[in-house]
């Protein structure tokens, strides 16, 4: 079974930029999460898709991140303008669904994204 | 909201048995889950408790309790490529089982 994959691996860009990340989960896998990880810190939730629809995006910045899983599939998350603090690994992780034993998150290896 | 606190350092030696614990302040709770991440990796899951108890696996044993908001992950007989950042992820109440992570422990194993 293929696993989550994410491109780019790695980004520099210089601030007010613009950058997307994609990412394509695990196949059959409805429930798509976009986390935010800064060094040394755990990850952090930006959004939460079901299918194509978000479940939770309350901590995604809404003034400048935007996210869209249109077919329910592959997903991206796109940072516009970016500023120095959003220097961050951005890991995107898929699971069955949305029942506790289904749980189980599988992440893809993460885009690391700085910002100069 | 959730506060989940993990030691932010820990450090062991080859072979021997480390317990790393999570303790969480949670709205509600619907499970509690460990991620292994190796640097500049990705998480990799390791196990989950729903009830208060051991689960066991192989090296790793992972322990809930709810009414005192505390679990630990046991790992025994450690080995170098154990080095790694623990991660603990608490599920709180609600339709939409939204994951909150700790911020990890960072387990050095050392010869």
């Known amino acids: 079974e293929a696993g989550v994959a994410q491109s780019p691996r790695y980004k520099i860009i210089e601030k007010r930029q613009s950058v997307a990340f994609w990412c394509n989960p695990i196949s059959g896998h409805a429930t798509l999460y976009w986390y935010q990880q800064i060094l040394g810190q755990g990850p952090k939730l930006l959004i939460q898709f079901q299918n194509n629809g978000v479940v939770d995006d309350s901590q995604l910045p809404k003034d400048r991140f935007s996210a869209e899983r249109l077919k329910g599939v592959d997903s991206t998350l796109k940072i516009q303008p970016a500023k120095l603090e959003d220097s961050a690994v951005y890991l995107c992780?898929?699971?069955?669904?949305?029942?506790?034993?289904?749980?189980?998150?599988?992440f893809g290896a993460g885009t690391r994204l700085s910002v100069l | 909201g959730q506060n989940i606190d993990q030691p932010t350092e820990m450090t062991a030696t080859e072979g021997a048995i480390v317990q790393i614990n999570c303790t969480y302040q949670?709205?509600?709770?619907?499970?509690l889950f460990w991620y292994q991440q190796h640097a500049g990796e990705a998480p990799t899951f390791l196990s989950y408790?729903?009830?208060?108890g051991l689960e066991e696996k192989g090296r790793f044993s992972s322990f809930l309790s709810r009414s005192k908001g505390y679990s630990y992950l046991l790992l025994k007989e450690l080995q170098m490529k154990d080095s790694a950042s623990y991660l603990c992820?608490?599920?709180?109440?609600?339709?939409?089982?939204?994951?909150?992570f700790g911020r990890g422990t960072s387990l050095i194993v050392h010869p």
């Open positions: 949670t709205s509600g709770f619907n499970g």
């Open positions: 992780a898929s699971s069955r669904g949305q029942g506790l034993a289904k749980n189980i998150q599988y």
């Open positions: 408790n729903v009830l208060d």
């Open positions: 992820a608490v599920i709180g109440t609600g339709g939409s089982y939204i994951p909150t």
